[in-house]
């Protein structure tokens, strides 16, 4: 995640450099490492009623950003527009203003996973097989050509179908983990082989891949079977040299905040890019570089202050408001017994009683 943080401010410039065109396979990790917590943790869970709350809080997070994002724009960018269309076309995913493209995935696949995981449960080499299908049919289409990409929503469509298959691959191997039957040789050696295929191949072919994406081809495909180990061999290793230093928690805290890192990683870029706007500084790849540095860093520290300072005092906030519902209920209830009292005393002394 904070590499992807990084990635997207350091190429937020003109005509910027991008340093991992061959290597850069951290949002599609992203996203296996999400499906392997789903097998990991919803997968046998009766209600999947979480899901939908978080694919729905997703999709309103996307919202929050890229609809103001999209209104400066409509103001202050080259290419002008009413605000209103410009709102329009965001909430209808026909504009993409923002780098967090990839909220609208996983909203959209959050919301679809109650009806695909009961089906996965029970047959899950068939839903494997189909993922596998529509990734090469989507992948086809994009290698092809046989559609024109400057829709965003139907780059959102196809991109769907090819991120879906990490997905479910990583929704696979969590079970798998679940289950105890994950980690060992077999697995070891077939990220050994996948590593092995994989660059003999891309370097077979020259090393085609420019670091597309949304939606990508084979030849991205083709780097992912031996990037993908690397970068999983090295945050392991990373991890296994720091996780005793007591700074690991403000990198783990990222991750358990990643909705909110998404967001807060977007305001620092659209705050460079506006400044950009302004100023008209255009600094050379050292200059990129240290832009993406600053956003890893103010995005970690933005979110240590909030696990730290602000998180806990939602929920408390949340439970001063229903005790204060409770109390108005007792005082209302009061009220109502000493209204019946007065009426009951009115009715007797009415009647002649004492």
């Known amino acids: 995640m904070l590499f992807v943080f990084y990635h997207h401010t350091a190429n937020v410039f003109p005509n910027s450099v991008d340093l991992f065109t061959k290597f850069n396979p951290f949002a599609e990790l992203f996203v296996s490492i999400s499906g392997f917590m789903v097998g990991l943790v919803y997968l046998h869970r009766e209600s999947y009623r979480p899901l939908v709350i ?10 929050v950003a890229s609809v103001p994002v999209a209104m400066g724009m ?4 080259k290419e002008r527009e009413p605000i209103g269309q410009a709102v329009f076309n965001v909430l209808t995913f026909q504009s993409e203003p923002t780098a967090i493209f990839i909220l609208k995935f996983y909203g959209g696949m959050f919301l679809l996973l109650p009806l695909i995981l009961p089906v996965f449960k029970r047959y899950k080499l068939p839903v494997l097989a189909v993922s596998v299908l529509f990734f090469l049919v989507s992948t086809w289409a994009a290698e092809t050509k046989a559609v024109a990409f400057e829709n965003p929503a139907l780059t959102l469509v196809l991109f769907s179908l090819q991120a879906q298959l990490f997905l479910m691959l990583g929704a696979w191997l969590g079970d798998l983990h679940r289950s105890k039957r994950l980690i060992g040789y077999p697995f070891y050696l077939l990220m050994g082989a996948s590593f092995l295929f994989g660059l003999l191949l891309d ?9 597309d994406k949304y939606p990508y081809k084979f030849d991205k ?6 990037t993908m180990p690397v970068l999983l061999a090295m945050l392991w290793a990373a991890f296994a040299w720091m996780k005793k230093w007591p700074a690991t928690g403000l990198v783990l805290n990222v991750g358990r905040n990643s909705l909110i890192a998404f967001l807060a990683s977007e305001v620092v870029r659209q705050f460079v890019k506006l400044v950009l706007l302004i100023s008209g500084f255009h600094p050379q790849v050292y200059g990129q570089t240290v832009m993406g540095l600053f956003n890893v860093v103010l995005v970690t520290l933005m979110l240590w202050f909030y696990q730290s300072y602000w998180r806990d005092r939602v929920p408390m906030l949340y439970r001063s408001v229903v005790d204060s519902r409770d109390a108005l209920g007792i005082l209302r209830g009061f009220s109502r017994r000493a209204q019946d009292a007065r009426r009951s005393i009115r009715l007797d002394h ?3 009683r004492p």
């Open 74 to 77: 409509a103001v202050l960018g």
């Open 203 to 211: 370097s077979y072919l020259g090393f085609p891949s420019n670091g």
């Open 54 to 63: 978080r694919g729905l809080k997703v999709i309103a997070a996307y919202f």
């Open 221 to 226: 495909l083709i780097n992912l079977l031996w």
């Open 350 to 352: 009415q009647r002649g």
